[in-house]
């Protein structure tokens, strides 16, 4: 169990002591992996005790969703459903898919997949912590604008849950996998080129104004 604020403990200090730890932690991850760093190392780079660091998560593997859902936070969760229009479908999921790319390609988010790959064998606890912190939260949101642009008859869908399974799988493509293995990074021109062939696709399958209008973009000859 987390143990109990101290008396005379500010929220305004306990929340600056977890962005600490936080920031702390990310680093720790990116330049060393999972298994080798340790509550008494983010501690000390965080310049806390390490009670505090359990004071705020239990496990290590708490700690490293954190990392993740703090990393999603800040590359694609800055935004809501409810600030995009369904309306306005085609501009909309350009905006989701731009953000889903940012998010993925990052530098730490490219790293913290790398991390998952080599150790979550050794770490099995390890997969279901990134999955829940991170892309079943990013799933959770873009199935969320959906169901609400198939409320308003933007899109023609039967299960948003599967459509937003599918939009994401568009969106990441080669684009993703290629850039795990350090074989090429694309430039903004190869992104956009991306991000519109991603929504124009989708629409054609399940937009429900569009269907059938929309030609995917094509990108510079090879």
Do not use: C
Request: charged share 20%.
């Amino acid at each position: 169990m987390m143990s109990m604020p101290q008396p005379g403990t500010g929220r305004g200090e306990l929340r600056g002591k977890a962005e600490a730890i936080l920031a702390a932690a990310e680093t720790a991850f990116l330049a060393a992996g999972f298994g080798a760093v340790s509550m008494d190392a983010v501690a000390r780079r965080a310049g806390v005790s390490k009670a505090t660091v359990y004071a705020h998560f239990i496990r290590k593997e708490d700690l490293f969703g954190a990392v993740v859902a703090h990393l999603s936070e800040r590359r694609f969760h800055g935004f809501s459903a409810e600030a995009l229009d369904p309306r306005d479908i085609a501009p909309s999921l350009t905006t989701i898919a731009t953000r889903f790319l940012d998010l993925i390609l990052s530098p730490e988010a490219i790293a913290l997949n790398r991390i998952i790959i080599g150790e979550v064998s050794r770490f099995p606890a390890l997969g279901e912590v990134f999955w829940a912190s991170g892309p079943e939260q990013t799933r959770v949101q873009i199935e969320t604008f959906m169901r609400k642009a198939a409320a308003v008859g933007s899109l023609a869908l039967s299960d948003a849950r599967l459509a937003a399974e599918q939009f994401i799988a568009l969106a990441r493509g080669e684009i993703h996998l290629r850039s795990l293995l350090r074989l090429d990074y694309p430039d903004a021109a190869a992104l956009d080129v991306a991000v519109a062939n991603t929504v124009a696709t989708f629409l054609r399958a399940f937009g429900a104004a569009t269907r059938g209008r929309l030609t995917p973009s094509r990108g510079p000859d090879t």
